[in-house]
């Protein structure tokens, strides 16, 4: 059995460890209430350019008109290689947050009967295809949780200019989407080519016919980046709220933890100490006695 | 007297302004200048880098420097979606002219044709803030 310091020790250190937890975790709660509302502020935006997207794409006969030169993000060609675009944390701490999204970008791949190829944001995800030998073609990290438009910019640059040269001919986004702080669902979605988001409520709606200006083409030259942008920047928000969110958890846990294992230090702490005490007092008392014999 | 119409700009951090009496927006597409009133036909406009006007009910009128995006009019309401959008008060205008300064030199100092084309981009963004903030101050 451990002596009362070395327990007395061990307890101040799990003690620490528990506070800085803590702290962690009302930082992450802070941060992910902020995400949240990130998140809110974003929607008003993504749902209109998705309905500017499907009003100018309702005329299919225009759709199938278009020079696939000038519109290389609408291009349907023959798949032969396939990108994947894995969105994961920065940092660790945050529970199983990263190996769910990797799980879930693994099980993709290996589904995948193509060449994969891979661009990446946070450093996990690097770190992780890099290390297993997948070809890593682009990597974005620094701003995990707490994505900009312009980290969404920069990765759709990459992501079209890949798509442009035929570098790849489809590409799907593998993220987290946050439910709640409990529940994050990792979720693959094709992005590219951009598929016009088909009207949910177009039966019951009459169909407005827009005047263009200057035209259907032009518009929609500008509208598909703007929309692989928009998806892409609501999916960075999603995976730093889920980031956040179980960054949380993780930390609620471990400071639960960390309380548990103090208290039960305690109590052998208190053991120890006490056992102490008991044989101090038995040799003192043994001594006595030795003593007052040898007297008689 | 012209009847006021809905008037939202959104980017993509937040919804910008939204107001219920504008009656008049001028704006300027890629191919040239337009003007929408109340009970327009639904348009969806492509936008270029230009200032953006708004005119109230009670004649007031408002600025925006609009970097690029759409103007969707429909239904009585009118909806700017842009990447950037401020408004004219906002514009920190010595930022704006150490921006305009910075792009001249760098296009002077010929460098290679991206770093040209994206010197003139913001060289346009920086001249179109500086003219927004001078017209929102005028009055």
């Known amino acids: 059995m451990a002596t009362a310091r070395e327990i007395h020790r061990h307890m101040k250190s799990i003690g620490n460890i528990g506070k800085i937890t803590k702290a962690m975790k009302m930082v992450a709660a802070a941060r992910l209430r902020r995400a949240q509302e990130k998140a809110a502020a974003s929607r008003p935006y993504a749902l209109k350019i998705k309905e500017v997207l499907s009003n100018v794409a309702a005329d299919t006969s225009v759709i199938a008109g278009l020079n696939p030169k000038e519109h290389p993000l609408l291009q349907h060609r023959e798949v032969k290689r396939v990108g994947y675009l894995v969105l994961c944390s920065d940092k660790g701490l945050a529970g199983a947050y990263s190996a769910n999204a990797l799980k879930k970008a693994v099980a993709e791949i290996s589904k995948c009967e193509h060449e994969v190829l891979i661009i990446t944001s946070g450093r996990k995800a ?42 790849i001919d489809e590409l799907h986004i593998v993220y987290t989407l946050f439910k709640n702080v409990l529940s994050q669902v990792p979720t693959s979605e094709l992005i590219l080519p951009v598929k016009p988001p ?43 709220a889920s980031e956040l969110g179980s960054r949380m958890t993780a930390m609620s846990s471990a400071t639960d933890n960390a309380g548990k294992l103090v208290q039960s230090l305690q109590l052998s702490y208190n053991k120890a100490r006490q056992a102490g005490i008991t044989r101090e007092l038995n040799e003192i008392v043994g001594g006595v006695e030795a003593l007052a014999q040898s007297n008689h | 007297m012209a009847t006021p119409f809905e008037f939202e700009i959104v980017t993509p951090d937040k919804s910008l302004f939204y107001s219920k009496d504008v009656t008049y927006v001028g704006f300027k597409t890629i191919t040239g200048s337009m003007g929408i009133e109340s009970r327009h036909l639904p348009v969806i406009a492509t936008l270029a880098v230009a200032p953006l006007k708004c005119v109230f009910a009670d004649g007031t009128e408002k600025y925006f420097a609009v970097c690029g995006g759409f103007l969707e009019m429909s239904k009585e309401k009118c909806t700017v979606l842009a990447t950037i959008a401020e408004p004219g008060e906002d514009i920190d205008l010595a930022r704006a002219n150490a921006a305009k300064e910075r792009a001249e030199t760098r296009l002077s100092t010929q460098q290679k044709d991206i770093v040209a084309s994206r010197a003139e981009m913001s060289l346009k963004r920086a001249i179109m803030r500086i003219n927004v903030s001078k017209m929102s101050h005028r009055k």
Not at chain 1, 144 to 155: F, K, L, M, N, Q
Not at chain 1, 212 to 223: C, R, V, Y
């Open chain 1, 126 to 167: 690097k770190e992780y295809f890099a290390r297993r030998g997948y070809n890593v073609v682009s990597s974005h990290f620094g701003f995990s949780d707490r994505p900009t438009y312009e980290d969404a910019v920069d990765i759709a640059h990459d992501a079209m200019e890949a798509f442009a040269s035929e570098q």
């Open chain 1, 198 to 240: 088909e009207d949910v409520d177009s039966s019951n709606k009459i169909q407005e016919s827009f005047i263009f200006e200057p035209s259907q083409d032009e518009a929609l030259k500008i509208l598909a980046p703007k929309y692989l942008q928009t998806i892409i920047y609501a999916a960075l928000v999603q995976s730093a």
